[in-house]
């Protein structure tokens, strides 16, 4: 087993070439995890000119890609998962029957730690060092979108009947209602964005689109298109007049959701549950097996899944003083931040005086 390192802007279009075919292969393969955008060298290539210290190991067998281990490091050793807390699936996309030693990857990489957020399924080297794990509710869209609605109206069908009926009142009040799913103006762009940072900081949250690097990273997702990669803004309108919209990443079969915004003004016709449900009837169309809706605890999450994959949390160290002391300092931070959002006598508290701080900061 070869390894070598290489900055995001040396890998070869060979290489590139072998990345997306074990992504596109891997339904067949049993790990259909891999395939998700997040894990696409396109995404790791949009990183790399964002963000310092992106690096890819290309591990070889008999001379031939084997598998793609996508890091950032800091010059202390230190490594996270390319776009940690930006990105929802991380890990190393691999060929099948591939085995690797996590500590012995590490080493190659002149890495001390390696710590994740969404490490996708299937990683057992790295899954074995996990401090938590996460469901990742989905939309099952591949058998079509009247399937998935039967389905839902089966599952939900007083949320189904509400959602389609808050579309149609819309439609009356508001003007026509229109979607497009691969909206290419970047003004719609710019409005969710805006739409979003509003959300961040009414509901008390860090507002994301604040950090400039993230900024340059949507914009540079949106221009990203190649075969069969893509950053895909969809929009709902009204009467002319955008509602609710939303940025996300697909590969050849998934539909990450990433960045889900609506305007206030129309938040009694719930336009974001209009939208999710219009997302999902044009990727059956487009092919898409299933969108996936990211780790996170939320009402609508829970409405428009059909199943959950699980994502996990943790770091792989080696034996290292680096390794002890990250870990020492993040440990706590995360372990808190998990005890709040899974209990509920924690979370609803914490929630709205997230939300009263917020107000206050808006002025409102």
Known sequence: MDITLHRPGELTAADRAAWTA????????GTPELANPFLSPEFTLAMGRCRRGVRIAVV?????PAAFFPFQRSVSGVGRAVGLGVSDS????????????????LRACGLSVWEFDHLAGGQEPFEAEASGSFPSPVMDVDQGYETYLRQLRERSPKFTRTTLAKERKLGRDAGEVRYVHDERDPRALATL?????????????????????????????????????????????????????????RSERV??????AYDPAFAKFSPGLILHLRMAEAAAADGIAYLDLGRGQKEYKDSLKTRELTVHEGWVTRRHPVALGHRARRAPVRALRNTVLSRPEFFEPADKLLKRMGKIRSGS
């Open 90 to 105: 991380q890990g190393l996309v691999h060929r099948p029957g591939f085995e690797w030693n996590a500590r012995e990857l």
């Open 60 to 64: 070889r067998e008999d001379g031939e």
């Open 193 to 249: 964005m805006e739409w979003k940072s509003a959300q961040y900081r009414r509901t008390g949250r860090s507002d994301r689109f604040a950090h400039a690097w993230i900024n340059r990273l949507a914009q540079q997702l949106f221009h990203t298109s190649s075969e069969p990669f893509a950053g895909i803004l969809s929009v709902l309108y009204a009467g002319g007049r955008p509602v609710a919209a939303h940025f996300g990443l």
């Open 22 to 29: 074990m992504q596109s292969k891997a339904h067949l393969h």
């Open 255 to 260: 539909l990450a959701c990433w960045f889900p």
